[in-house]
């Protein structure tokens, strides 16, 4: 499994299919949508171009949820998509599907946050009290909490949690995934800061040629904003992929021995 190749692949497949664009196009409102409430709530210089009332602050925060809970059952159908190699279009359609595989996720979700907020806790406490001890369990903290994402790619196969609830999941992926997924986030962070961040920096420039050299005009902030956080959910998706495709070839047949057993 080659990591560079693994990367583009990714890139490229999300620009495959014959509805490719009308979702990258959905995909940008979406992304729009919270980038304009999140600069109303960052309060910026020219935030007197935005409308300030307790309604449109209720409204912001709702619509910020409601794309934030879409967004994340999308990613979810995404990796459910990243299974099958056989499937023309990688991206999901945009529909009220993606709410569907939210609410059956969120019971995993809840329980494994409740499980790092316990494990946080406790390392804490044995960090003040028996240092050595602390550092070790903030360790398997880490641990814990970084190799968790292969526990929810798990449930994306079939969107189902059986088996996913036992607290040292995380750790049986450890020993079969880390060299490559070591190796897959030392290239992606250049790759994916090329695909995106320079994408991001021309169109801020181009705009502030534009605007006369006048960063303060309303849509500015508005559209680096969208543009940045377009690209950044990209290759959030592409990540994802990538990890799918690492689950796939390291981990997906220690879960099928575990479940024949």
């Known amino acids: 499994m080659n990591a560079v190749t693994l990367i583009l692949d990714g890139y490229k497949k999300l620009f495959s299919g014959p509805?490719?664009?009308?979702?990258?196009?959905?995909l940008f409102a979406l992304v729009s949508i919270f980038t304009l409430f999140s600069l109303y709530f960052e309060k910026f210089e020219h935030s007197k171009f935005l409308p300030s009332d307790l309604s449109t602050s209720i409204l912001g925060i709702i619509c910020m949820l409601a794309v934030a809970i879409y967004l994340c059952g999308y990613t979810y159908n995404f990796m459910h998509n990243a299974f099958s190699e056989q499937s023309p279009e990688l991206l999901p359609d945009i529909d009220l599907t993606s709410l569907g595989t939210f609410l059956k996720a969120l019971p995993l979700m809840i329980v494994w946050i409740i499980y790092l907020t316990v494990f946080a806790i406790i390392a804490s406490i044995f960090a003040i009290i028996a240092p050595i001890l602390g550092i070790l369990l903030l360790i398997l903290f880490f641990l814990m909490a970084t190799f968790l994402i292969f526990v929810f790619i798990a449930f994306s196969e079939y969107f189902d949690a059986k088996g996913l609830f036992n607290v040292m999941l995380p750790f049986r992926f450890i020993t079969p995934s880390i060299g490559m997924l070591v190796l897959l986030g030392i290239l992606f962070?250049?790759?994916?800061?090329?695909?995106?961040?320079?994408?991001?920096?021309?169109?801020?420039?181009?705009?502030?040629?534009?605007?006369?050299?006048?960063?303060?005009?309303?849509?500015?902030?508005?559209?680096?904003?969208?543009?940045?956080?377009?690209?950044?959910?990209?290759?959030?998706?592409?990540?994802y992929y990538c990890l799918v495709q690492v689950y796939k070839e390291k981990l997906l047949p220690i879960m099928r021995e575990k479940s024949a057993i």
């Open 19 to 26: 509805n490719a664009i009308l979702k990258h196009i959905s």
């Open 189 to 239: 962070i250049p790759v994916a800061g090329i695909l995106s961040l320079i994408p991001t920096f021309a169109i801020a420039i181009v705009l502030y040629l534009i605007s006369s050299g006048n960063a303060q005009f309303p849509a500015y902030n508005i559209i680096v904003g969208a543009v940045g956080g377009y690209l950044g959910f990209l290759a959030q998706l592409v990540w």
